[in-house]
């Protein structure tokens, strides 16, 4: 079922990009309704594998990558329809399409192991879920307002220039991603503690809750990540950094989060993975 999503998520991108092109509205509004229309198959379709395992599908790592790209999709909707401004569309949809490809060339098991049987687990990867997505757009507005910045300095105010957004409305929508990430990733990370607490006395014996430590791969870029965005935000408010140090720092967060949502969950040994 999952390429169903995939395959809206790909024909969206393509009406963004000619959206971005030829910027006429009516190719807009057709693009927003494909994305609208993909989020909910993708609504659907995690809603039946919800009914298939009696919760939210994210224990396995092929289905929490299908759930975080259904997250970003809803937060850049959100994000879209608030601001009336569909350009950053080219740039978001090829993240959905290329993520949604993972459950689909890798669909695993969703693991049904009894220490995940708890409403903390539940709490803890659902804001980090959401988190990770709202830190996803927040890469890509800092990206873009880099790209504005370097036009601008250059005095290279071309094509790109007259379709992306202007520099303060990237630096306030990077603003606003940000701080949002960072709120849930902070009652992400302590929720897993509690859980992890909890694990450690109704599952003594199981070697993945024993695991649980800042040592492990997963847990410690989690941990990095949150001191990486804990820093970005209190530069902000405190330094002043906003513009292009805050999108930078956007940025570097995001291959961060990359690096545990992708390569440390498929290709390393951690405590996070239950059969």
Excluded: C
């Excluded at 395992?53 to 937060?75: K, M």
């Excluded at 978001?92 to 049987?117: F, K, N, T």
């Excluded at 993945?208 to 791969?217: E, F, H, I, K």
């Amino acid at each position: 079922m999952t390429v169903i999503p995939l395959v809206l998520y790909a024909v969206a991108a393509v009406v963004y990009a000619v959206h971005f092109a030829r910027r006429q509205p009516q190719i807009g509004r057709a693009a927003t309704t494909l994305l609208l229309l993909a989020a909910l198959v993708h609504t659907f379709v995690i809603g039946m594998q919800t009914m298939e395992v009696g919760h939210v599908p994210f224990a396995n790592p092929s289905r929490a990558v299908s759930t975080f790209v259904w997250l970003l999709a809803l937060s850049y909707l959100y994000l879209e329809m608030s601001t009336d401004e569909r350009a950053m569309g080219v740039l978001i949809l090829p993240i959905l399409a290329g993520l949604q490809l993972v459950p689909v060339l890798y669909p695993g098991v969703e693991s049904l192991d009894p220490v995940l049987d708890s409403p903390w687990f539940w709490v803890h990867v659902a804001s980090l879920l959401f988190a990770y997505a709202s830190f996803a757009l927040a890469g890509v507005l800092g990206l873009t307002y880099v790209l504005q910045f370097t036009q601008i300095k250059t005095k290279h105010l071309g094509y790109l220039y007259t379709r992306l957004p202007s520099l303060q409305v990237l630096d306030v929508m990077n603003s606003r991603a940000v701080t949002i990430g960072w709120a849930f990733l902070t009652v992400g990370v302590i929720v897993g503690i509690v859980w992890a607490t909890q694990a450690r006395v109704t599952a003594p014996d199981d070697p993945n809750v024993q695991a649980m430590a800042l040592g492990d791969p997963k847990i410690f870029v989690a941990v990095l990540t949150w001191l990486v965005y804990s820093f970005a935000v209190l530069a902000r408010r405190s330094l002043g950094w906003a513009g292009r140090r805050a999108a930078w720092l956007s940025a570097v967060g995001f291959v961060i989060v990359l690096l545990n949502f992708l390569p440390i969950s498929y290709f390393v040994t951690t405590s996070h993975t239950f059969d």
